[in-house]
């Protein structure tokens, strides 16, 4: 009775062990990547209304799934490389705690479940997206993150595919200068990553990542100041654009010029000191960075709905 007690606790404890391995391995830390989505449907103003939001939320939902998926079929291309990292052999499944064959499984169930939440949205385009950003994401995983600079540009692109998918799934056209914002805007957080991995790590940063060997601190730079001098250009252009199209006397469009820019050098500021590396972790516990988002929101909030 005892060896049978132990046997049921010994399983329920594997088990358990594999559940919390198939969540850390989801890594829904990065599903904040994904409030992208509702830039252009909150810049339109029609996110008070409840089918556009609820579109928006299906949208949210379709590329937490795709990421998730993606980042299972990552760790078991990945397995041989992890296991030899001094920090990502601890991942599950580099770390056995979660099998290949499971990994593959749930990669496979949430791709498919992404783009079936994807069609729920009635727009082809939609699905057709986020199809793109697995496409791009697994392509990322086997072969361009091998290839310096591209690699910047297919994980950039990442970022641009989810605001556009927010954007066709509401019918909402996106201004020019609004993609290019996203563009250079996640350029430069990209590039910030990278610069605070090779800054961080040194001479040993091309074990971490093949494409640090590539990179200078000062080609990185280089880089950061173009993407967040366009960034913030292409931001300035779109809000002048804004406040034209509104015909409103209120200064709100110009004034949310204040915080965006103040958050592109605070961000900066954060990369020189030394973080950056995982931009998830900077903007959930930099609070200068949330307060400047938060005041965004409430100055381009005011902008479109006063």
């Known amino acids: 009775m005892n060896q049978q007690t132990a046997a049921q606790t010994a399983e329920r ?4 062990s594999t ?64 296991r030899a990292h001094p920090t990502k052999r601890r991942r599950p499944i580099a770390a056995g705690v979660v099998s290949p064959t499971i990994g ?5 169930v949430l791709l498919v479940a992404s ?15 986020v199809a793109v950003y697995i496409v791009t994401t697994l392509a990322y995983s086997i072969w361009l993150k091998h290839v310096a600079v591209v690699d910047l540009i297919a994980i950039a ?9 927010g954007a066709v799934a509401v019918d909402v056209p996106m201004s020019s ?21 090779l800054n961080e790590l040194g001479d040993g940063a091309q074990v971490s990542r093949a494409t640090l060997g590539s990179y200078s601190l000062g080609y990185l730079r280089m880089v950061l100041a173009v993407s967040c001098g366009a960034a913030i ?18 200064p709100f469009y110009e004034l949310s010029i204040v915080p965006v820019l103040t958050a592109f050098l605070r961000y900066a500021l954060v990369l020189e000191q030394g973080h950056g590396a995982a931009p998830e972790e900077v903007f ?23």
Do not use: H, M
Not at 157 to 165: E, K, M, Y
Not at 183 to 188: D, N, R
Not at 284 to 306: C, P, T
């Open 233 to 250: 250009l292409s931001y300035c252009v779109w809000a002048f654009e804004n406040k034209d199209l509104s015909g409103t006397d209120l």
């Open 284 to 306: 959930a516990s930099d609070r200068v960075l949330q307060l400047l988002g938060l005041s965004w929101i409430v100055i381009y909030g005011a902008a479109v709905y006063l």
């Open 19 to 82: 559940l919390r391995g198939l969540v850390r391995t989801a890594r829904p830390k990065q599903w904040l990547k994904n409030v992208l989505v509702f830039a252009a449907p909150g810049a339109a103003g029609l996110l008070d209304s409840g089918r556009e939001l609820g579109l928006t939320l299906l949208v949210f939902v379709a590329f937490c799934l795709a990421a998730s998926g993606t980042y299972f079929w990552n760790d078991v291309l990945d397995i041989d490389a992890d």
């Open 104 to 108: 593959r499984v749930a990669g496979v």
């Open 115 to 129: 783009l079936g939440v994807a069609a729920l949205t009635g727009r082809w385009q939609t699905v057709a997206i």
């Open 13 to 16: 404890i594997g088990t358990q």
């Open 177 to 197: 200068w609004f993609v290019l914002c996203i563009t250079f805007g996640s350029l430069f957080i990209v590039t910030g990553k990278r610069y605070a991995e």
């Open 157 to 165: 692109s990442g970022f641009v595919l989810r605001a556009a998918a």
